[in-house]
């Protein structure tokens, strides 16, 4: 009997009709395995991976594999994205095993979960004789394959110790580590290494904090011509925003066609503050303030759920085809726009007849720049990419994953926060009825996402995923704290709300006292959560910042927000823990490294004593020109529930900046020229 008819997930749930007799990981399914006295399949996935969706068609709607399967094994399907914890245990075990890993994921355990045999994705006929034979093995070689399985347990549990001896994370490292990612930039693609390309945003926005601290123009060089090179690429949707998860080659130009939650939230703060750093004095902000918008205007229009959070990702593929929604042919265009019109078109996107895709299709790019070009050519690329558009919303689209990730959301609500603040200073410098528009749309949107995951803390702890509204049962793990407690502190900052403040203390203490590994560093799982083979602790960035990252960042912010140094002490022991990485892996250590560059930077913390948190001239000052990672609290003096407002008063009467740096004070100015020199 197939059991995921009643998931939680939008994965689980594309397997319900299978006749595999599929289990979602729990008690019940290693409890079947050893009443059987079957080994188990666990087989990891997500429901906008490309091979995920082939193997399923190709194995998992097979009556013989599903035989197989269902008389040999005791078979459990796993959303990678709401059990982080049981995907990176076995990851590491496929990593270990095979050298490499990757989705759908394919691990075969003993009953108590003990991996013996690991891969990914198998073709039918290679997995009907990978049946036959581990069927065999277990039944004539039992002693062998569990002697191997407790063996794989064993190394695993010897992970997330410590990566190395500790040591503060110091200018000189951070220097270092900027050093090193610009021996590695793709100097004529943007970017980092070869194919597969994916968009370093942690990187970046380490790059851009360094620049803001150093003035190292070599990095700002670097992240305005990586940002450029993937906003011209086929990696970002140049009809409707959004970006895709990477690119298969190095020139950015044909995506895995997936768009997930977390790359744009994080692609949303770099573009926002390079937007701020280059071209926010007023106006559209060239590219990157373009691309920053759409952005934005990609997670409200195609991931908002009528809950208030976001969905996780778009699928890659439509109807089984990957890409058929977003690709194009010189004739399609010419029948949409017409013949001068699509031709133009077809030169300025590089759709040709031989097609960058498969069966001579094209994904679009940008061959020129446009954003500074004539407004009569620019009215012209308008036009034709909302007619392109609006005749691509009526192919057959890509599935949506509509369960809402703690983690992800939490990177959604910290950047579309920090947008807003933007947008609100724009507007008030230059009014501009698209931008009020804007700012009141987006007002509403991030206080909707933000009340959603106040509805994922459950008595006292967070809770990984939702769905509809209804909060699901997987406990939250590192990243969702860190992230979600992050957001908190966003929130509190563009409200001057002293609630948002009180719920980032909670989900921090919580994770302080359960997370913790005792020399500085985080376990990803907490010490009364499921025991599985091993307890995962990576310390690395990846797709996403790591736990540890995430609650660096969010003890940085609120120790700012406070006052309390205990939480500035604890971010940097975290963060010290990493520090044996910097040298050769800097590019894994971004979103540390970002962090390490706020405390640095002190962090500022700036405060505004006003009757006009969002218009007066000091607030719009702080908006435009404080370094990345500073705090900036704006509101009443003595706000109830936002201590940095606590005794600072305006000075005769007039609105009154206060610059603290480490918990170090400037002079209170009222002169709006006078802030911008301290913060300069």
Known sequence: MNRLANAMSPYLLQH???????????????????????PVLISVGYSACHWCHVMAHESFEDPDVARLLNENFVSIKVDREERPDVDAVYMAATQAMTGQGGWPMTVFATPDGEPFFCGTYYPKVQFLRLLSALTTAWREQRDEVVRQGST?????????????????????????AAAQLKTEHDQRNGGFGDAPKFPPHMVLLFLLRHHERTGDPDALEIVRHTCEQMARGGIYDQLAGGFARYSVDATWTVPHFEKMLYDNALLLRVYTHLWRKIGGDGGAGGLAGRVARQTADFLLRDLLLPEGGF????????????????????????????????????????VTPAGNFERGTSVLRLARDIDEADPALVRRWESVRERLAAARAARPQPARDDKVVAAWNGLAVTALAEHLAFIRTLTADAP????????????????????????????GRLRRVSRGGVVGEPAGVLEDYGAVAEAFCAMHQLTGEGRWLELAG??????????????????????DAEQLVARPADPTDNATPSGLSA???????????????????????????????????????????????????GPYEIVIATDDPVRDPLVRTARRLAPPGAVIVAGEPDRPGVPLLAGRSRRDGAST???????????????????????A
């Open 16 to 38: 319900a009709t299978n006749p595999v007799d599929w289990y979602e990981w729990g008690e019940e399914a290693f409890a079947e395995a050893k009443r059987r006295d079957v």
């Open 152 to 176: 794989v347990a064993q190394a695993l549990a010897t992970l997330g110790g410590p990566v190395g001896r500790s040591a503060p994370l110091s200018a000189e490292l951070l220097d270092a």
């Open 311 to 350: 969905a996780s990702a778009l699928d890659a593929d439509t109807e089984g085809v990957e890409g058929a929604t977003y690709v194009w042919t010189p004739q399609q265009l010419r029948d949409v726009l017409g013949e001068v019109d699509g031709d133009w078109a077809a030169d300025l996107f590089e």
């Open 432 to 459: 501009d009825p698209a931008l009020a528009g804007r700012s009141e749309r987006l007002t509403e949107v991030v206080r909707r996402a933000a009340e959603l995951l106040t509805r994922h803390l459950v008595d």
């Open 506 to 527: 909670t989900l921090l203490d919580t994770a302080l006292a359960r997370f913790g590994r005792g020399d500085g560093g985080f376990h990803d799982t907490a010490d």
């Open 551 to 601: 609650m660096a960042a969010a003890l940085t912010s609120y120790a700012a927000l406070t006052g309390d140094t205990s939480y500035r002490e604890a971010a940097e022991r975290a963060l010290a823990t990493v520090t044996p990485l910097l040298p050769r892996h800097s590019r894994f250590t971004g979103y540390a490294c970002a962090v390490a560059e706020a405390l640095e930077s």
């Open 657 to 679: 900046a206060y610059v603290c740096r480490g918990f170090v004070c400037d002079r209170p100015v009222t002169d709006p020229d006078e802030l911008a020199g301290q913060l």
